[in-house]
């Protein structure tokens, strides 16, 4: 069993359209996590980080539950050009160390 | 500014040759990982320098994989007699490490890869 667990979808959405992503986690002493982004053939890019109150970025809402041990990643209003690889990270130290990738979730929005 | 840069970006290499993967990180950054992509999966990691200081390598995968940084600014993964199961994508990734107790964890930028193929 992965350390960290994904959907790998994948997920064909129409434009408009609200998505979610879900990961678990099985480290339960995990102390950061993010939603990264990963185009075809490209490096994955930090989307946005994870925090326990639950946290918002214009379209994007990502939601920590540690007691369960899961993450969400809620797409609002889908654009084509969120079509990517969504990428749930998790890490054992707020500040230093390895980060722990999910095999990721493919979201491909259609017009 | 400049972003992290690796070379070559594409490597073949016939089996049992030796490569030699290079990463430039950020400017200034002190942490300087190494992830290894196989094909639809996640980047597993293998392992992170503080400045010059390796401090793990419990993500190489044999004995084969050896990665220095001896300055602590750039970073070379050596791969030695190459098989066909290290065919993936070589990520670097470097980060300035946030503050104690800061609530916005550090952030790791990645380069661009280098897409290592054994024959």
């Known amino acids: 069993r992965k350390e960290v667990e994904q959907d790998p979808g994948p997920f064909n959405v129409p434009e408009g359209a609200t998505v979610a992503f879900n990961c678990t986690y099985s480290n339960s002493a995990s102390q950061s996590f993010f939603w990264y982004r990963q185009d075809c053939r490209k490096e994955p890019k930090l989307l946005m980080s994870?925090?326990?109150s639950g946290n918002e970025d214009g379209r994007f809402t990502a939601q920590l539950n540690r007691a369960s041990q899961y993450i969400s990643l809620l797409i609002r209003d889908s654009k084509l050009s969120d079509s990517a690889t969504y990428l749930c990270?998790?890490?054992?130290?707020?500040?230093?160390?390895?980060?722990?990738f999910g095999d990721g979730t493919t979201l491909t929005v259609k017009p | 500014g400049a972003g992290v840069s690796q070379s070559p970006r594409y490597k073949v290499a016939k089996r049992g040759q030796d490569v030699a993967l290079r990463c430039d990180p950020i400017?200034?950054?002190?942490?300087l990982f190494w992830y290894q992509q196989a094909l639809g999966q996640g980047p597993e990691f293998l392992t992170y320098?503080?400045?010059?200081?390796?401090?793990?390598k419990s993500g190489l995968p044999s004995d084969r994989f050896f990665a220095e940084r001896p300055e602590g600014s750039v970073s070379t993964l050596k791969i030695q007699r190459t098989q066909q199961e290290d065919s993936a994508v070589y990520l670097c990734a470097s980060s300035f490490p946030g503050l104690a107790g800061a609530r916005s964890p550090e952030t790791q930028y990645f380069g661009p890869g280098t897409r290592l193929l054994v024959l």
């Open positions: 320098f503080q400045n010059e200081a390796q401090l793990d």
């Open positions: 400017s200034g950054h002190v942490s």
């Open positions: 994870v925090y326990s």
């Open positions: 990270v998790v890490r054992a130290l707020t500040n230093a160390g390895k980060s722990t």
